[in-house]
């Protein structure tokens, strides 16, 4: 039996987009499920378009979310000759022709299939005519001869049976008349050469498939499986493009959502197996399999997102949570060094409410800011019954040696008697003086996370 090998193929003429980390992840998963082997290739035959800063970011991506691919990545741009040599095989095997229409020729037909409101097929004009009848000043691309009778079935994996009438493929493309290659026949020679087994992508390459069988049927390759996955669209129900908000990696990184609750999203996102929502890693690749994959295209649902990540924020390791926290301060806000001790101690309220790592880093300010600002909204709060409260509780703070919640909670408590009031009549001005905010943890987390001699000067300068 052949080893299962898949691979994902992005182009670098832009960043990475969710739907292809989607199609990465489950190429990445079904071979990790079969003990197979994934590869990334690199398209970047479009001289014009390709960057290496968006091959470099690509690859980052998929490594944020865990997707490593066996050995070096794949570069198509490398391989073009390989390509030409192909379609120079299947001209003298008589599956490809020269056509020497000129751009405006083929212009023409277009705008007539638009008049005519019908999709444009390119006429076959050369097909079957003479090189004798040639002419001298142009120079002829070369088409691929597609199969005008019969038709033909792909046996789809996820889809199920799909099957078109073969007159409705053009001739198309193989080699272009300044000799470059085109994607179907670049993809087709690659995946051959790199031994896929298995073809998951986007059902938007649908019609590709037809054309890819072609060559291999022509080359007398063996056909690989195919699997067409549905798109990913916006909550208005359209498809999802590199434009939309929220559409790649750093759109999520960067407000703080993990990778490992992306990637259990995403993972979802299409794909089933019982009941189950939340997947390790071990148990994603044990679980996954192509008939989990559902047929209807899956809605970007940023509140179900924040939703897992949270969950994960909750359930993490301490320790993992707070190395993500520190990487994620390092990429995208002020540096925690000087802090992370207290920060550290105090994550177990600090993530309370908290939906992402910036939720955490937003929690953390009155510990990682060594002066506070109150706002005037929150500076009304402070009046005299506020004040003569803060003063009072600083003499008796002053005198604790042993600062624990039941020692602050006597103090609390004999003030409330004292002034008549309630919790909140005493919490919430300690809170103002100490975060700067009525809004934050609980007070006696935020005193107890606090060094004592800040206590201590942010009460005096409050009060």
Same mark, same amino acid.
């Given at each position: 039996?052949?080893?299962?090998?898949?691979?994902?193929?992005?182009?670098?003429?832009?960043?990475?987009?969710?739907?292809?980390?989607?199609?990465?992840?489950?190429?990445?998963?079904?071979?990790?499920?079969?003990?197979?082997?994934?590869?990334?290739?690199?398209?970047?035959?479009?001289?014009?378009?390709?960057?290496?800063?968006?091959?470099?970011?690509?690859?980052?991506?998929?490594?944020?979310?865990?997707?490593?691919?066996?050995?070096?990545?794949?570069?198509?741009?490398?391989?073009?000759?390989?390509?030409?040599?192909?379609?120079?095989?299947?001209?003298?095997?008589?599956?490809?022709?020269?056509?020497?229409?000129?751009?405006?020729?083929?212009?023409?037909?277009?705008?007539?299939?638009?008049?005519?409101?019908?999709?444009?097929?390119?006429?076959?004009?050369?097909?079957?005519?003479?090189?004798?009848?040639?002419?001298?000043?142009?120079?002829?691309?070369?088409?691929?001869?597609?199969?005008?009778?019969?038709?033909?079935?792909?046996?789809?994996?996820?889809?199920?049976?799909?099957?078109?009438?073969?007159?409705?493929?053009?001739?198309?493309?193989?080699?272009?008349?300044?000799?470059?290659?085109?994607?179907?026949?670049?993809?087709?020679?690659?995946?051959?050469?790199?031994?896929?087994?298995?073809?998951?992508?986007?059902?938007?390459?649908?019609?590709?498939?037809?054309?890819?069988?072609?060559?291999?049927?022509?080359?007398?390759?063996?056909?690989?499986?195919?699997?067409?996955?549905?798109?990913?669209?916006?909550?208005?129900?359209?498809?999802?493009?590199?434009?939309?908000?929220?559409?790649?990696?750093?759109?999520?990184?960067?407000?703080?959502?993990?990778?490992?609750?992306?990637?259990?999203?995403?993972?979802?996102?299409?794909?089933?197996?019982?009941?189950?929502?939340?997947?390790?890693?071990?148990?994603?690749?044990?679980?996954?399999?192509?008939?989990?994959?559902?047929?209807?295209?899956?809605?970007?649902?940023?509140?179900?997102?924040?939703?897992?990540?949270?969950?994960?924020?909750?359930?993490?390791?301490?320790?993992?949570?707070?190395?993500?926290?520190?990487?994620?301060?390092?990429?995208? /806000? =002020? $540096? %925690?060094?000087?802090? +992370?001790?207290?920060? *550290?101690?105090?994550? !177990?309220?600090? #993530?309370?409410?908290?939906?992402?790592?910036?939720?955490?880093?937003?929690?953390?300010?009155?510990?990682? /800011? =060594? $002066? %506070?600002?109150?706002? +005037?909204?929150?500076? *009304?709060?402070?009046? !005299?019954?506020? #004040?003569?409260?803060?003063?009072?509780?600083?003499?008796?703070?002053?005198?604790?040696?042993?600062?624990? /919640?039941?020692?602050?909670?006597?103090?609390?408590?004999?003030?409330?008697?004292?002034?008549?009031?309630?919790?909140?009549?005493?919490?919430?001005?300690?809170?103002?003086?100490?975060?700067?905010?009525?809004?934050?943890?609980?007070?006696?987390?935020?005193?107890?996370?606090?060094?004592?001699?800040?206590?201590?000067?942010?009460?005096?300068?409050?009060?």
């Amino acid at each position: 039996m052949t080893k299962v090998a898949t691979r994902f193929a992005p182009s670098p003429t832009g960043p990475l987009h969710i739907g292809g980390i989607r199609t990465a992840l489950f190429n990445w998963l079904y071979s990790k499920n079969q003990k197979g082997s994934f590869f990334l290739r690199i398209e970047d035959t479009d001289k014009e378009r390709s960057k290496e800063e968006y091959k470099n970011q690509i690859i980052q991506s998929l490594k944020w979310i865990g997707i490593e691919s066996d050995g070096n990545e794949y570069i198509q741009s490398k391989k073009i000759d390989d390509h030409i040599k192909i379609a120079n095989e299947l001209l003298k095997n008589g599956h490809a022709y020269k056509c020497y229409c000129s751009n405006e020729e083929i212009e023409e037909q277009k705008n007539r299939a638009k008049q005519k409101k019908i999709p444009y097929i390119y006429d076959r004009k050369w097909r079957d005519k003479s090189e004798a009848d040639a002419p001298q000043d142009i120079k002829p691309a070369i088409r691929f001869k597609s199969k005008i009778d019969g038709s033909t079935l792909l046996k789809d994996l996820v889809q199920g049976d799909i099957e078109i009438e073969n007159n409705t493929i053009e001739d198309f493309i193989i080699l272009r008349n300044d000799g470059s290659p085109t994607y179907n026949l670049s993809a087709s020679v690659d995946d051959h050469q790199m031994n896929i087994t298995h073809i998951i992508r986007g059902d938007d390459h649908k019609i590709n498939t037809f054309k890819q069988m072609q060559i291999y049927l022509a080359m007398k390759w063996t056909l690989p499986s195919f699997a067409h996955i549905p798109l990913i669209h916006t909550t208005e129900g359209k498809k999802l493009s590199k434009r939309d908000k929220a559409s790649t990696l750093d759109d999520y990184s960067k407000i703080g959502v993990m990778p490992e609750a992306l990637r259990n999203y995403l993972l979802r996102l299409g794909w089933s197996f019982k009941d189950k929502e939340i997947f390790t890693l071990e148990e994603s690749i044990q679980h996954f399999s192509l008939e989990g994959i559902g047929k209807s295209p899956s809605k970007l649902d940023m509140s179900r997102i924040l939703s897992i990540n949270e969950h994960y924020i909750k359930n993490m390791n301490e320790d993992d949570l707070f190395n993500h926290l520190t990487k994620y301060c390092e990429n995208y /806000k =002020d $540096k %925690i060094d000087s802090k +992370s001790k207290n920060i *550290k101690k105090s994550l !177990s309220f600090l #993530k309370n409410k908290a939906r992402t790592l910036e939720g955490i880093y937003n929690n953390a300010q009155y510990l990682i /800011k =060594d $002066k %506070i600002k109150i706002s +005037s909204e929150d500076q *009304k709060l402070l009046d !005299s019954l506020a #004040k003569t409260i803060l003063k009072d509780f600083l003499k008796e703070f002053q005198n604790l040696t042993n600062i624990n /919640k039941e020692n602050l909670e006597k103090i609390i408590n004999n003030l409330i008697k004292k002034n008549k009031t309630n919790f909140k009549g005493v919490g919430q001005p300690l809170r103002v003086a100490l975060v700067g905010s009525k809004f934050g943890p609980g007070i006696y987390d935020i005193i107890i996370s606090l060094d004592k001699n800040e206590v201590i000067e942010r009460l005096k300068a409050a009060s």
